[in-house]
């Protein structure tokens, strides 16, 4: 069955510096998505992703976020300047419509210190 | 702004019992998610609910949608142990989805 592959899987950073997630959608498929989950809390949407722009931000992702789609098959997650209040898991997920609903990727946890 | 809630937030349960978690949502949509997530885990679908009177069962869990009443519910029949987890609905009124703040089910022998 097809998947989401997120890398790394764990990636600790000192405050203050820039980290990119990365993930690996599901090849067919044309939205994308950026979630987190702050530890023990429920999961919020960050941005979703299609033709190569933002279709749709939440008011978490500020101007310290950003994605990209550099290669046609990679989509990062960008945090510019690192807070400790971004320490979460990161979910990156792809929508192929709404009868398979969307695929979920394994999560990277962030840890700010 | 889209609301979603679930409740309840917090369910402990012998095994063999039934309960219900219910979860109502604050705009119109007809694409409901259900969502299981283990400790540390990601998230693993376990129904997609596209219509008004959908109802999906898989093993012990049965989901269903009333879009009128923007309600969904997923019934859990003789629980085990094994569905300890924690349980997540998402509602996706456009190409995006919005989570419910999940409920933490225990199932205790």
């Known amino acids: 069955e097809p998947e989401v592959t997120q890398t790394p899987s764990h990636q600790v950073t000192q405050m203050g510096q820039e980290v990119i997630l990365r993930c690996v959608p599901i090849s067919n498929h044309l939205y994308f998505y950026w979630y987190r989950q702050i530890l023990g809390q429920k999961v919020e949407f960050l941005v979703s992703?299609?033709?190569?722009?933002?279709?749709?931000k939440s008011e978490i992702f500020d101007d310290q976020f950003s994605v990209e789609r550099p290669d046609g098959s990679n989509f990062t997650l960008k945090i510019r300047s690192t807070k400790l209040e971004d320490s979460a898991m990161y979910f990156c997920?792809?929508?192929?419509?709404?009868?398979?609903?969307?695929?979920f990727g394994s999560g990277t946890r962030l840890t700010v210190v | 702004e889209l609301k979603v809630e679930q409740n309840p937030l917090f369910l402990s349960m012998q095994e063999g019992k039934n309960y219900t978690i219910y979860c109502n949502y604050s705009?119109?949509?007809?694409?409901l998610y259900w969502y299981r997530q283990d400790p540390g885990k990601s998230l693993e679908s376990l129904f997609v609910l596209l219509s008004n009177g959908a109802v999906k069962q898989e093993g012990r869990l049965m989901a269903s949608l009333d879009t009128k009443a923007r309600l969904s519910t997923l019934h859990i029949t003789a629980a085990v142990h094994d569905l300890s987890a924690t349980y997540f609905c998402a509602v996706s009124p456009r190409r995006d989805m919005r989570f419910g703040a999940g409920t933490r089910l225990t199932v205790k022998p």
């Open positions: 992703f299609y033709n190569n722009e933002i279709s749709e």
């Open positions: 705009t119109t949509s007809d694409r």
């Open positions: 997920a792809s929508f192929q419509g709404a009868y398979y609903g969307y695929t």
